[in-house]
């Protein structure tokens, strides 16, 4: 299945913004292997897109050739004004204070009160001065979102960025970049394993296989979204098909 053509999406001119982000013909090599091979792709400010294929297929090399990480693709690349990567590790520096990792590089008038505010828009009023070492995976996880958040990037990168939580922590987690997200507006990124996952956050989902975008839909389910509506099951299913997964075998 070929994936679509956001610049012809009239529904992503009238809900979402300029288009922040773009690949146009990315390649990427490594050696005689071949990871990236014609990829095309623009995301929108306010717009979240997830991206889905196996291990291997080219997702976060998509995702750090946006962020700036890895300069040795061919073709046209604009990776947003003000990217900020979150990964599946929130790589904190844990001889620094959760205040000073979130406060790292940053420069406005008042770098304290600006952290400080970010950090009680995550949950974590009042741990300004806790080490790394002192937080659960999921509050490290909420520091690496305030870092990233604190800069107000207009293009936001998620590179699995849940799957190392517990069930639970993830559920809340993911709430809270919905609603971080909503109230922020970037351009957003996520590349996941997780079907389910991409259908209750994403705005648009994509399909990679092989270096090449295979599949592109839109996901007009009202929000908050609900894992057994009828739409997010049959889609489920549908992308589940798609990536060569037996439904039947996976977790109900």
Do not use: Y
């Amino acid at each position: 299945m070929k994936a679509t053509d956001p610049a012809t999406d009239t529904a992503a001119h009238h809900r979402f913004g300029d288009v922040v982000a773009s690949a146009t013909g990315v390649r990427r090599v490594f050696g005689d292997h071949v990871v990236l091979d014609g990829v095309d792709l623009q995301i929108r400010t306010g717009e979240f897109v997830a991206l889905l294929g196996r291990s291997g297929c080219g997702k976060s090399t998509l995702l750090r050739i946006l962020a700036g990480l890895d300069d040795g693709a061919e073709g046209e690349v604009v990776g947003g004004t003000e990217p900020a990567v979150v990964f599946q590790d929130p790589r904190l520096f844990p001889w620094r204070r959760v205040l000073d990792n979130v406060a790292l590089g940053l420069r406005t008038p008042d770098v304290k009160g600006r952290a400080t505010e970010v950090l009680a828009e995550v949950g974590l009023a009042g741990r300004e001065r806790a080490w790394p070492r002192q937080l659960s995976g999921g509050q490290r996880q909420r520091v690496a979102l305030a870092r990233a958040l604190v800069r107000e990037p207009d293009l936001l990168l998620l590179d699995e960025p849940f799957s190392a939580l517990d069930a639970l922590t993830r559920i809340s987690a993911q709430a809270l970049v919905s609603d971080l997200v909503a109230t922020h507006r970037p351009a957003v990124l996520m590349v996941t394993h997780d079907v389910e996952e991409a259908l209750l956050l994403a705005d648009r989902v994509l399909v990679m296989d092989a270096g090449h975008l295979v599949h592109d839909e839109r996901i007009d389910v009202a929000r908050p979204r609900r894992r057994d509506h009828p739409e997010i099951v049959s889609r489920r299913a549908a992308l589940l098909g798609l990536l060569g997964v037996d439904e039947a075998a996976t977790p109900a």
